[in-house]
Nanobody, 120 residues
Framework: QVQLVESGGGLVQPGGSLRLSCVASGFTFDDYAIGWFRQAPGKEREGISC????????YYEHSVKGRFTISRDNAKNTAYLQMNGLNADDTATYFC?????????????WGHGTQVTVSS
């Protein structure tokens, strides 16, 4: 059974940091790219970062570049999203997803999400 489980969300003050984790099971983690997506209330889901399988190439959406860092530990079947310099616009539910390619339009597997709230 394929599972992606996110954790690490919570309430943080503006300027603060959080590290999200995505633990995968039920598929060959090494063969899949891992993407992070977010959806704020009333807005469409957006892709914010991805790390490919193989060479571990990373990609970032413009609004998070320089503040967020994606990484993966294949030995632990886990991907991470380090988020620094958080602001109110980062408030959203964050999802991880897996697909053979970061360029895929529709990722194969999805987690249920973890809530991030940035507020003073």
């Amino acid at each position: 059974q394929v599972q992606l489980v996110e954790s690490g969300g919570g309430l943080v003050q503006p300027g603060g940091s959080l590290r999200l984790s995505c633990v995968a099971s039920g598929f060959t983690f090494d063969d899949y790219a891992i993407g992070w997506f977010r959806q704020a209330p009333g807005k469409e889901r957006e892709g914010i970062s991805c790390i490919s399988s193989g060479d571990g190439a990373t990609y970032y959406e413009h609004s998070v570049k320089g503040r967020f860092t994606i990484s993966r530990d294949n030995a632990k079947n886990t991907a991470y999203l380090q988020m620094n310099g958080l602001n109110a616009d980062d408030t959203a539910t964050y999802f991880c997803a897996a697909d053979p390619s970061c360029s895929s339009r529709y990722f194969d597997y999805w987690g249920h999400g973890t809530q991030v709230t940035v507020s003073s």
